[in-house]
C-alpha cells in the first residue's frame, strides 16, 4: 500500500541544515497496522507528512497504492490526499463548530447531497461511538471523545489509509487503550492501512503488526513486533523495549550493588529470557527436582504480543558450580536465553572472593 524509496528530508535554517529523514526505505503492506517510533527529534513525525506530502521530501520517491505521490499534479494530489485520512496529537479540531459540522466539513464539495451528508456523519459518529454528542462542541468534549471526533473526521472520505501522529500522546493511559481498540477495531472492520507514529513502546506492542525504530533520522532497525521483542538488535530498540518492563530496574540495581541483588558465596543471579515456545513449561521445576538446584525467584513477568507469550525472570541459583552449569544447559537446550548478572559473590562486599 505504501513504498518508501530512499526517502530524505532537509530543512534550511537560518545558519545550518537540519537533515530530519535520512535514505529511508519501507514498505507498509496493505491492511496493516504499522507502526513508527522513536525519541523527541529522531524524524518520525517528518516521514509521516511526507506519506501525505504535507512534506515534501528532499529526495526519494513516495509510492501510495501504486501512484508516485511526487508525480502527481495539483489536482491528482488533492484526491489522493483524501484517500489518506490523518489524525494528530492535539486533535486539530474546529472550536466554532459541532461535532456534527466538524466531522461533515471534508465532505464540502464532495458532491453529496445534504441528506446523504446527514447519513455519512451519522454513521461515522455511530462508529466512533459519540452518536449522541453531535450537536456538542469541542469544549464540551473529554480528550478522548475530541480524538473520536477526529477519527471520525479523518474517515469522511472513505480512506484507504489513516495517518496517525502522536494520536495517543495527549490522553490518559485508560483513554489511550480505549482509543487504540478502536484503531484496531476500524483497521479490522474497515481493512483499512493505519501508520502510527509514537514514542512508546507500550502502543506498539498493543497493535501493530511491524514497526520501524528511528533514530537521528535513520531508521535502525525493522521488523514484525513479534521478532523486534524477541531479538532486538539496535540499542535504541532495547531502551524502548526495556521501557514496558521493569527489567531494566534488575540491572540498575545490580550496578548499585542493592542488597536485592546480592549473592552468597556458591550462588548465581541469572537473567532468563522466554520465548513463545517454552513459558507454560515447567522447567524450574525439573531443574529443583532433577538436577537439585535451589532456586529463588527475584523477578518474574510474562506478556502476550499477538497471541504469543514473551517471559522475563530473574532468580538466584544455589548449588555446586557443576550442578548450576548443568541447570544452564538444560535451560539454554530449552530454547531459554540464559545471562548470568552476578556470581560468587559475599553479601554486602565485591572482593577477591568475587570471581
Same mark, same amino acid.
Request: hydrophobic share 40%; charged share 25%.
Given at each position: 500500500?505504501?513504498?518508501?524509496?530512499?526517502?530524505?528530508?532537509?530543512?534550511?535554517?537560518?545558519?545550518?541544515?537540519?537533515?530530519?529523514?535520512? !535514505?529511508?526505505?519501507?514498505?507498509?503492506?496493505?491492511?496493516?497496522?504499522?507502526?513508527?517510533?522513536?525519541?523527541?527529534?529522531?524524524?518520525?513525525?517528518?516521514? %509521516? *507528512? @511526507?506519506?501525505?506530502?504535507?512534506?515534501?521530501?528532499?529526495?526519494?520517491?513516495?509510492?501510495?497504492?501504486?501512484?508516485?505521490?511526487?508525480?502527481?499534479?495539483?489536482? !491528482?494530489?488533492?484526491?489522493? *490526499?483524501?484517500? %489518506?485520512?490523518?489524525?494528530?496529537?492535539?486533535?486539530?479540531?474546529?472550536?466554532?463548530?459541532?461535532?456534527?459540522?466538524?466531522?461533515?466539513?471534508?465532505?464540502?464539495?464532495?458532491?453529496?447531497?445534504?441528506?446523504?451528508?446527514?447519513?455519512? =456523519?451519522?454513521?461515522?459518529?455511530?462508529? =466512533?461511538?459519540?452518536?449522541?454528542?453531535?450537536?456538542?462542541?469541542?469544549?464540551?468534549?473529554?480528550?478522548?471523545?475530541?480524538? *473520536?471526533?477526529?477519527?471520525?473526521?479523518? $474517515?469522511?472520505?472513505?480512506?484507504? =489509509?489513516? &495517518?496517525?501522529?502522536?494520536?495517543?500522546?495527549?490522553?490518559?493511559?485508560?483513554?489511550?487503550?480505549?482509543? &487504540?481498540?478502536?484503531?484496531?477495531?476500524?483497521?479490522?472492520?474497515?481493512?483499512?492501512?493505519?501508520?502510527?507514529?509514537?514514542?512508546?513502546?507500550?502502543?506498539?506492542?498493543?497493535? @501493530?503488526?511491524?514497526?520501524?525504530?528511528?533514530?537521528? /533520522?535513520?531508521?535502525?532497525?525493522?521488523?514484525?513486533?513479534? !521478532? %523486534?521483542?524477541?531479538?532486538?538488535?539496535?540499542?535504541?530498540?532495547?531502551?524502548?523495549?526495556?521501557?514496558?518492563?521493569?527489567?531494566?530496574?534488575?540491572?540498575?540495581?545490580?550496578?548499585?550493588?542493592?542488597?536485592?541483588?546480592?549473592?552468597?558465596? /556458591?550462588?548465581?543471579?541469572?537473567?532468563?529470557?522466554?520465548?513463545?515456545?517454552?513459558?507454560?513449561?515447567?522447567?524450574?521445576?525439573?531443574?529443583?527436582?532433577?538436577?537439585?538446584?535451589? %532456586?529463588?525467584?527475584?523477578?518474574?513477568?510474562?506478556?502476550?504480543?499477538? !497471541?504469543?507469550?514473551?517471559?522475563?525472570?530473574?532468580?538466584? $541459583?544455589?548449588?555446586?558450580?557443576?550442578?548450576?552449569?548443568?541447570?544452564?544447559?538444560? &535451560?539454554?537446550?530449552?530454547?531459554?536465553?540464559?545471562?548470568?548478572?552476578?556470581?560468587?559473590? =559475599?553479601?554486602?562486599?565485591?572482593?577477591?572472593?568475587?570471581?
Amino acid at each position: 500500500m505504501i513504498e518508501l524509496r530512499h526517502v530524505s528530508k532537509t530543512f534550511q535554517t537560518k545558519h545550518d541544515h537540519v537533515h530530519a529523514v535520512k !535514505d529511508v526505505s519501507l514498505h507498509i503492506e496493505k491492511g496493516e497496522i504499522f507502526g513508527v517510533i522513536g525519541y523527541s527529534g529522531a524524524g518520525k513525525s517528518t516521514l %509521516i *507528512r @511526507c506519506i501525505n506530502l504535507l512534506e515534501r521530501p528532499s529526495e526519494g520517491d513516495i509510492l501510495v497504492d501504486g501512484h508516485n505521490m511526487l508525480e502527481l499534479s495539483d489536482k !491528482d494530489l488533492r484526491k489522493m *490526499r483524501k484517500k %489518506i485520512g490523518m489524525i494528530f496529537q492535539h486533535f486539530n479540531l474546529m472550536r466554532s463548530r459541532t461535532v456534527f459540522q466538524n466531522v461533515a466539513f471534508p465532505l464540502k464539495n464532495s458532491g453529496l447531497t445534504k441528506d446523504e451528508i446527514q447519513k455519512k =456523519v451519522s454513521e461515522l459518529l455511530s462508529l =466512533v461511538d459519540l452518536a449522541d454528542k453531535k450537536d456538542a462542541y469541542p469544549s464540551q468534549l473529554s480528550g478522548g471523545q475530541k480524538q *473520536r471526533v477526529a477519527i471520525a473526521r479523518a $474517515l469522511a472520505n472513505d480512506p484507504s =489509509v489513516l &495517518l496517525c501522529d502522536e494520536a495517543t500522546s495527549a490522553l490518559d493511559p485508560q483513554t489511550t487503550q480505549s482509543i &487504540l481498540k478502536l484503531l484496531k477495531e476500524l483497521n479490522q472492520r474497515l481493512h483499512i492501512t493505519i501508520v502510527l507514529i509514537t514514542h512508546e513502546m507500550a502502543v506498539i506492542k498493543e497493535i @501493530c503488526d511491524r514497526v520501524a525504530v528511528m533514530e537521528h /533520522g535513520v531508521v535502525v532497525e525493522s521488523g514484525s513486533i513479534l !521478532d %523486534i521483542f524477541a531479538h532486538p538488535k539496535a540499542d535504541a530498540t532495547k531502551k524502548f523495549i526495556q521501557s514496558t518492563s521493569a527489567i531494566s530496574k534488575i540491572y540498575e540495581m545490580v550496578e548499585n550493588n542493592h542488597v536485592f541483588t546480592q549473592v552468597s558465596k /556458591g550462588q548465581w543471579l541469572i537473567h532468563l529470557k522466554y520465548g513463545a515456545g517454552n513459558t507454560k513449561e515447567a522447567m524450574l521445576s525439573h531443574i529443583c527436582a532433577n538436577i537439585g538446584v535451589e %532456586i529463588s525467584i527475584i523477578y518474574g513477568n510474562v506478556e502476550v504480543i499477538h !497471541d504469543t507469550p514473551f517471559g522475563d525472570m530473574v532468580v538466584i $541459583l544455589d548449588a555446586s558450580d557443576e550442578k548450576k552449569q548443568a541447570a544452564l544447559d538444560y &535451560l539454554e537446550k530449552s530454547g531459554v536465553e540464559v545471562e548470568v548478572i552476578r556470581y560468587d559473590c =559475599v553479601v554486602k562486599q565485591l572482593d577477591a572472593e568475587c570471581r
